[in-house]
């Protein structure tokens, strides 16, 4: 019995994690989140800052929401995630304004933009209203790095190719000339594009077969 | 109604409880997030006035080198050879624009302009706080005005080239330093 209740654990977990991280990614064959992905991944800092506090607020929201979702009155929940994510929101960038000032100066208002991330709302209506505290943090978790690792992929090849540098250190010979259009916002479509056809193809997700497709 | 109620009483709970979470958070850094405001200052007010520092003396070379003057309500940061600067704030086409000008002793003539804060066009408007745009007023003169020029070249002293594809950015630019220097010199008692 407790083996079995094991291997179940491990089952579920897995497919969290593989959902999540790869199959069923968030960016990648949800296309969420699209303001904060194209916004802030001009620069390698940025997308590690934003991707740190992305995470920090869905674990602790999704968190939070489970471990209230018996309590949660049904028909107020969405103004309750809306409450618990804009405070956390409020947390992490008072934080960064104390600790990281020019972080904070570089990321201007999409601190603030992480309250109507799409993939915040999803995660929690779909995910933390049904499921325990543990299972919630582990979607969290996971969708969050998902997040964060496709934006940092996206910035290291926009700041390198848009900026000539990573992290704002320069890695490009002399001569060089910076291919200025990718680290501005056209250059954030084209990236991306590319970036969502290479991965779905690896994944064979067909967002036209499995009616994924939303915005 | 008893739903509803309890609704009500539940969003209100949770609001309170959260709030309460974001005063611990806040009063924790505030003291700090207005120490930074004051370090942003003082670095722009010595770059303003070309003054070298590092990053661990800058407070240590502010005393030293500036001279903390208050007047009519505004305050004055004044190197020894008597070249003045002071903030600016106003509207700019899209959003507040925030810096410091230094002038030189005759206070009409621009030693550096810093921007600390714009909201304007990224790659239009936005290349207003770029160091190689800023420096076209270095040595500009306010005699009386200084003018952003857009259609032709700037000639004279008080004239600067506009930004193309900014021509709003530069007007309210224009506006935004005429009328701040104006205010700041007829209250430092010169000009």
């Known amino acids: 019995m407790a083996l079995q209740l094991k291997k179940l654990t491990y089952t579920k977990t897995f497919r969290i994690l593989r959902s999540n991280l790869w199959k069923d990614h968030p960016v990648a064959c949800g296309v969420l989140g699209m303001c904060l992905t194209l916004g802030v991944s001009n620069k390698v800092a940025n997308a590690i800052a934003i991707g740190i506090g992305f995470t920090f607020v869905l674990v602790v929201t999704a968190a939070t929401i489970s471990a209230l979702r018996n309590l949660i009155p049904k028909r107020a929940r969405v103004i309750i995630y809306m409450i618990i994510i804009s405070s956390f929101v409020i947390i992490v960038d008072r934080v960064l304004k104390a600790f990281f000032p ?86 954030a479509f084209f990236v991306l594009s590319i970036y969502l056809w290479i991965t779905r193809t690896l994944a064979k997700v067909d967002p036209m077969k499995t009616g994924q497709l939303h915005g | 109604m008893r739903d509803a109620m309890k ?15 974001i005063l611990v958070v806040n009063s924790y850094t505030a003291p700090r997030i207005a120490k930074n405001g004051e370090l942003t200052i003082k670095r722009n007010v010595l770059e303003a006035q070309g003054i070298r520092y590092g990053q661990e003396d800058l407070e240590q070379v502010f005393d030293q080198n500036i001279q903390v003057v208050r007047k009519a309500e505004k305050t004055y940061y004044v190197l020894k050879n008597g070249d003045v600067a002071f903030e600016f704030d106003g509207n700019g086409l899209w959003g507040p624009i925030h810096g410091v000008i230094s002038l030189q002793r005759d206070l009409q003539t621009i030693k550096r302009i810093m921007i600390i804060h714009q909201e304007e066009t990224a790659g239009l408007g936005g290349r207003l706080a770029e160091r190689s745009y800023l420096g076209s007023f270095d040595a500009k003169k306010f005699s009386p005005t200084i003018e952003i020029v857009n259609r032709r070249k700037a000639e004279k002293d008080n004239e600067v080239d506009g930004i193309s594809g900014a021509t709003m950015t530069s007007k309210a630019f224009e506006r935004l330093i005429n009328g701040q220097v104006g205010e700041y010199v007829a209250a430092y008692g010169g000009g």
């Open chain 1, 102 to 187: 020019a972080l904070s100066e570089a990321l201007g208002p999409y601190i603030g933009l992480i309250i109507t991330s799409c993939i915040l709302m999803g995660r929690l209506e779909e995910f933390s209203m049904k499921n325990n505290v543990w299972y919630s943090m582990l979607d969290a978790l996971s969708s969050g790095l998902a997040f964060g690792y496709t934006l940092f992929l996206l910035s290291v090849i926009r700041e390198f190719l848009g900026f000539g540098t990573i992290l704002d250190v320069k890695v490009t010979p002399t001569g060089w000339t910076n291919w200025v259009v990718i680290g501005m916002a056209p250059g």
């Open chain 2, 7 to 21: 609704m009500i009483l539940f969003v209100v709970i949770l609001g309170t409880l959260l709030s309460a979470v």
